[in-house]
């Protein structure tokens, strides 16, 4: 058969030429031909392809029972122009809870014996063997997530706290797998440090190293950054940086509280007064200039976070975003170091209800190319015994989702059988009142077009959401717009009745005066 043009290119170039398309685009690529397969499933190609791929936001929301009604674990992604997405990440069971994400892949925890790794954008995962076989101490905090860029590895991190009295909320071990090695390593940590900072304060990985707080005695501020090298499984302290105290409210809040994270490549931290998780005053962000010299540079001061905005806030793509008191999610465009939030301007992203509770995370993920099948053959890898929906405790909720999909999809048969009726009815009075004299002809026309008036045409079937599982931001659009779309017919069967019987009236007066 005659070769295709582009397979007669370079191989660099077809591979340049690719790294301007999605990871889905590619995905469906990689079926036209056993060359271009090739290059699109290559590890190396992966690797390169994620420098070109533009990265998302994540929005984690944990299940939990909200006003007696249990929920699943969802999420929902925002593109680059900050638009949410309407179908749910399909690789996030309904227990799952996220520990981490780098380049595509997700690090997800179950309440079972296994650690799920997840490829965002194929669908593939992997199911780790935990450390620990006791999943009463167990939680989704302890573990992280990160790629060191020298060894080009992924590494699952594990907190991890005996079961002893004297070692209750401490540790003094990490525990480390690498994808692809048979088990898990044990690092020992220089002194015992405490999970609690690392439960309510974060944990960041950037370039290879790993950050939290630890509490520190010896210091006036009572907190201190640890590091964890990845590569050389050393350890390190860090002194937070100076903060200022002058618009402090003494006697309001819990002095202060301090998160970790991630801004635009750079391990940073942030500081606010807080008063039962909710966040008011003065937001100070600093960023460390570098592991070696630990110098920190203040990135922003934020000023009147008010009315309150819960503890829940993220910095990225030259934005920051906050979780409001009412349940609405808000982003602001972060104009300089130092400015002052006028909540005019403040863009509303998504009503976070029934859910905006506490627990929710932001996440940076890209789609990606990364496999997993090339770790699959390790003796720490197994297959899930179940399926993620598969739960009896979920079987309420699928029901509940397939009454509703039923509902969609008698709706629709009804108002195709009311289009077919309209079309029949404008014939048959056409036919019918040919002969009925010019007063009763319009008469009988203006009651048939009040009745089309309550007869319009009705939008395209709807999609399915069985195809595409929704996450929670859409399935609660999609029962406004069915409960719209039920009163609207309800309101046209009844104008209808109404209407057709005074019809009917007319035509029964004309046949009498025949």
Same mark, same amino acid.
């Given at each position: 058969?005659?070769?295709?043009?582009?397979? =007669?290119?370079? #191989?660099?170039?077809?591979? &340049?030429?690719?790294?301007?398309?999605?990871?889905?685009?590619?995905?469906?690529? #990689?079926?036209?031909?056993?060359?271009? /397969?090739?290059?699109?499933?290559?590890?190396?190609?992966? +690797?390169? &392809?994620?420098?070109?791929?533009?990265?998302?936001?994540?929005?984690?929301?944990?299940?939990?029972?909200?006003?007696?009604?249990?929920?699943?674990?969802?999420?929902?992604?925002?593109?680059?122009?900050?638009?949410?997405?309407?179908?749910?990440?399909?690789?996030?069971?309904?227990?799952?809870?996220?520990?981490?994400? =780098?380049?595509?892949? +997700?690090?997800? &925890?179950?309440?079972?014996?296994?650690?799920?790794?997840?490829?965002?954008?194929?669908?593939?995962?992997?199911?780790?063997?935990?450390?620990?076989?006791?999943?009463?101490?167990?939680?989704?905090?302890?573990?992280?997530?990160?790629?060191?860029?020298?060894?080009?590895?992924?590494?699952?991190?594990?907190?991890?706290?005996?079961?002893?009295?004297?070692?209750?909320?401490?540790?003094?071990?990490?525990?480390?797998?690498?994808?692809?090695?048979?088990?898990?390593?044990?690092?020992?940590?220089?002194?015992?440090?405490?999970? %609690?900072?690392?439960? %309510?304060?974060?944990?960041?990985?950037?370039?290879?190293?790993?950050?939290?707080?630890?509490?520190?005695?010896?210091?006036?501020?009572?907190?201190?950054?640890?590091?964890?090298?990845?590569?050389?499984?050393?350890?390190?302290?860090?002194? +937070?940086?100076?903060?200022?105290?002058? $618009?402090?409210?003494?006697?309001?809040?819990?002095?202060?509280?301090?998160?970790?994270?991630?801004?635009?490549? *750079?391990?940073?931290?942030?500081?606010?007064?807080?008063?039962?998780?909710?966040?008011?005053?003065?937001?100070?962000?600093?960023?460390?200039?570098?592991?070696?010299?630990?110098?920190?540079?203040?990135?922003?001061?934020?000023?009147?976070?008010?009315?309150?905005?819960?503890?829940?806030?993220?910095?990225?793509?030259?934005?920051?975003?906050?979780?409001?008191?009412?349940? %609405?999610?808000?982003?602001?465009?972060?104009?300089?170091?130092?400015?002052?939030?006028?909540?005019?301007?403040?863009?509303?992203? +998504?009503?976070?209800?029934?859910?905006?509770?506490?627990?929710?995370?932001?996440?940076?993920?890209?789609?990606?190319?990364?496999?997993?099948?090339?770790?699959?053959?390790?003796?720490?890898?197994?297959?899930?015994?179940?399926?993620?929906? *598969?739960?009896?405790?979920?079987?309420?909720?699928?029901?509940?989702?397939?009454?509703?999909?039923?509902?969609?999809? #008698?709706?629709?048969?009804?108002? /195709?059988?009311?289009?077919?009726?309209?079309?029949?009815?404008?014939?048959?009075?056409?036919?019918?009142?040919? &002969?009925?004299? $010019?007063?009763?002809?319009?008469?009988?026309?203006?009651?048939?077009?009040?009745?089309?008036?309550?007869?319009?045409?009705?939008?395209?079937?709807?999609?399915?959401?069985?195809?595409?599982?929704?996450?929670?931001?859409?399935?609660?659009?999609?029962? *406004?717009?069915?409960?719209?779309?039920?009163? *609207?017919?309800?309101?046209?069967?009844?104008?209808?009745?109404?209407?057709?019987?005074?019809?009917?009236?007319?035509?029964?007066?004309?046949? %009498?005066?025949?």
């Amino acid at each position: 058969m005659e070769e295709s043009i582009i397979n =007669c290119l370079p #191989t660099e170039l077809i591979e &340049h030429i690719f790294f301007s398309l999605p990871a889905s685009c590619l995905l469906q690529c #990689t079926g036209v031909c056993k060359k271009w /397969h090739k290059i699109i499933r290559d590890s190396q190609f992966a +690797l390169a &392809h994620l420098q070109h791929a533009p990265s998302c936001t994540l929005l984690f929301s944990p299940q939990g029972s909200i006003s007696g009604k249990l929920y699943p674990s969802d999420a929902v992604i925002f593109d680059e122009a900050w638009l949410p997405s309407k179908s749910a990440v399909p690789v996030i069971g309904p227990d799952d809870r996220i520990c981490g994400s =780098c380049n595509g892949l +997700l690090c997800l &925890h179950t309440p079972t014996s296994m650690i799920k790794i997840a490829n965002l954008a194929t669908g593939e995962c992997l199911h780790l063997k935990k450390p620990t076989r006791s999943l009463k101490d167990d939680h989704f905090s302890f573990y992280r997530f990160g790629f060191h860029p020298a060894t080009k590895k992924y590494m699952v991190i594990h907190f991890f706290q005996k079961s002893s009295p004297l070692t209750v909320g401490r540790f003094n071990v990490i525990q480390v797998y690498t994808l692809g090695d048979e088990k898990w390593k044990d690092v020992v940590t220089p002194e015992s440090l405490s999970l %609690n900072c690392v439960k %309510n304060s974060g944990v960041a990985i950037v370039d290879g190293t790993m950050y939290w707080l630890a509490e520190d005695t010896g210091s006036d501020w009572q907190h201190v950054v640890m590091s964890f090298d990845l590569g050389k499984e050393s350890f390190a302290r860090i002194q +937070l940086p100076a903060v200022d105290l002058e $618009d402090w409210t003494v006697g309001i809040g819990d002095d202060r509280h301090y998160w970790i994270m991630e801004i635009d490549g *750079k391990v940073c931290v942030s500081t606010a007064q807080s008063l039962e998780g909710m966040l008011f005053g003065k937001l100070q962000i600093w960023t460390l200039n570098g592991h070696a010299d630990q110098r920190w540079n203040q990135k922003y001061i934020i000023h009147h976070l008010s009315p309150f905005a819960r503890g829940l806030h993220f910095v990225h793509g030259g934005k920051i975003v906050i979780q409001h008191h009412d349940s %609405n999610l808000y982003s602001y465009e972060l104009l300089g170091k130092n400015f002052e939030i006028e909540l005019s301007k403040m863009a509303k992203l +998504l009503d976070l209800r029934p859910r905006g509770e506490d627990g929710m995370q932001f996440y940076v993920c890209v789609k990606s190319l990364v496999p997993l099948d090339v770790y699959a053959k390790a003796a720490i890898v197994h297959r899930p015994k179940h399926l993620e929906w *598969k739960l009896k405790k979920w079987e309420a909720w699928e029901q509940d989702r397939l009454m509703q999909e039923d509902v969609w999809r #008698t709706m629709h048969q009804i108002e /195709h059988e009311l289009m077919v009726l309209k079309q029949r009815m404008i014939l048959e009075v056409k036919e019918k009142t040919q &002969h009925f004299p $010019d007063e009763s002809q319009q008469r009988i026309n203006m009651e048939v077009d009040l009745i089309l008036q309550h007869m319009q045409d009705y939008p395209e079937q709807h999609a399915s959401p069985m195809l595409r599982r929704l996450n929670w931001v859409e399935t609660m659009q999609e029962r *406004k717009k069915l409960a719209a779309r039920l009163e *609207k017919l309800k309101v046209s069967y009844e104008a209808m009745g109404a209407s057709v019987d005074r019809a009917l009236s007319c035509v029964r007066a004309s046949d %009498n005066l025949d």
